[in-house]
């Protein structure tokens, strides 16, 4: 029997698993958004981002929850999709929108979060709850629902291409 703060977190774990089909839904209604607003646009750029976050997350919903290797197998769908995603630039991305970025990063982060869990359930399993838990609960769902959120406003909301900008565009400083 552990704290009421562990059962908590315990039932946020279990709760995160069942998270997919609300996440899938709002990038099926990024896409469509996007499909709407670029009707009569030059740039489509947001809706082909759109469309491959789409198919990623819908077919991630048909892997098995009870499987042994389930965040090997979503680390493996976060790769694929970062690679189909700069495929995507080098071939058709004449405009890179902000919510590349943010996908790219979100990507990262929940393969990150994926690979470590698969690491602690499975290569050196961890029975007790710890923090690496309770921070892939909290974290996935989040980055999911920012990443969804950025490619339907199209708006820096954390400041990463802000961020990107000023760390890849930095001049040392002249001396006076």
Avoid at 37 to 53: C, F, G, Y
Avoid at 114 to 134: G, K, Q, R
Wanted: contains cysteine; aromatic residues 14%.
């Amino acid at each position: 029997m552990g704290s009421f703060l562990e059962d908590f977190f315990w039932s946020l774990a279990a709760i995160s698993n069942l998270l997919g089909i609300p996440i899938t839904c709002l990038f099926v209604f990024a896409f469509l958004y996007n499909l709407s607003t670029a009707i009569n646009k030059s740039d489509n750029s947001r809706t082909q981002l759109s469309l491959i976050m789409m198919v990623s997350y819908t077919l991630s919903l048909f892997i098995d929850m009870s499987t042994l290797l389930l965040f090997l197998k979503l680390f493996a769908f976060d790769v694929v999709t970062i690679a189909v995603i700069f495929i995507w630039r080098l071939c058709l991305g004449k405009v890179i929108p902000i919510s590349f970025y943010y996908l790219i990063v979100g990507l990262c982060i929940n393969a990150s979060l994926f690979m470590a869990m698969h690491i602690d359930t499975i290569v050196n399993p961890t029975h007790e709850f710890w923090w690496l838990w309770m921070l892939y609960s909290f974290s996935a769902p989040i980055v999911d629902f920012i990443m969804a959120l950025v490619l339907i406003a199209n708006k820096d909301i954390l400041g990463l291409v802000k961020l990107k900008s000023v760390v890849l565009n930095r001049k040392t400083p002249m001396a006076r």
